[in-house]
């Protein structure tokens, strides 16, 4: 049985591997996620290597094995499934539940997470638009793309947003801008680092950083 030190590693390879362009995840970004040293994470990738749960290249980076995939994909549908809980069933604010599912995810067990799944209809998506995998680990993706790359002067929907600190879910909730919300980007300033947008009525204006982190489709 991983420990769940294992599986907060193996998570944090499958959120980094699903989020980047590249074949291999470094291992600073393993580190900076998990906010631990590159030392401490270096070792536990060669133990992870050693159980066939990921293939390590030094000074490059790992991927998960097919066993690592399943593993993290079992933890990520954990953390989604509370998540989705703790919001719609015992009304726990968005920007709340990602600490709580960190330290449920390692203590529920399947059974309450599949009478949790069958409780909420078997849903596709978390409260903030993070795809939730099967109990056969498979993801529904939509195709979205971030307000720095969407179209300009067209409706568009958020439908995700990749950034869980607490302070920017609360941000985004004042501003409009949860997932579901409609808006139009109305102008891209690059050289001054600002985006543009109405939604809701109002004007709001992003940061290039903030704007990144926000993904919407057409309507």
Not at 14 to 33: C, F, H, N, T
Not at 137 to 159: M, R, Y
Request: hydrophobic share 40%; aromatic share 4%.
């Amino acid at each position: 049985m991983a420990t769940s030190t294992v599986e907060d590693y193996l998570k944090c390879i499958l959120v980094q591997e699903q989020s980047g362009r590249d074949d291999l995840v470094p291992m600073g970004s393993i580190g900076a996620a998990l906010e631990v040293a590159p030392g401490t994470v270096t070792a536990m990738m060669k133990t992870l290597a050693d159980s066939e749960l990921v293939e390590y290249e030094p000074y490059s980076g790992v991927r998960l094995t097919p066993a690592g995939r399943k593993l993290a994909a079992h933890v990520l549908r954990r953390h989604r499934l509370i998540e989705s809980f703790l919001v719609q069933v015992l009304d726990l604010d968005w920007s709340e539940v990602h600490e709580e599912a960190e330290q449920l995810e390692h203590a529920v067990s399947d059974r309450l997470i599949e009478r949790i799944d069958e409780m909420l209809g078997r849903p596709a998506f978390d409260p903030h638009g993070d795809p939730i995998p099967t109990a056969e680990g498979h993801f529904e993706e939509t195709p979205a793309t971030s307000l720095l790359h969407c179209a300009v002067g067209e409706p568009l929907k958020v439908v995700r947003v990749l950034d869980q600190q607490a302070d920017f879910l609360r941000l985004l909730e004042r501003d409009g801008l949860t997932p579901g919300s409609e808006l139009t980007v109305q102008a891209r300033q690059e050289a001054v680092d600002r985006v543009e947008l109405e939604t809701g009525g109002k004007v709001v204006t992003l940061g290039y950083r903030a704007a990144s982190k926000i993904f919407v489709q057409g309507e």
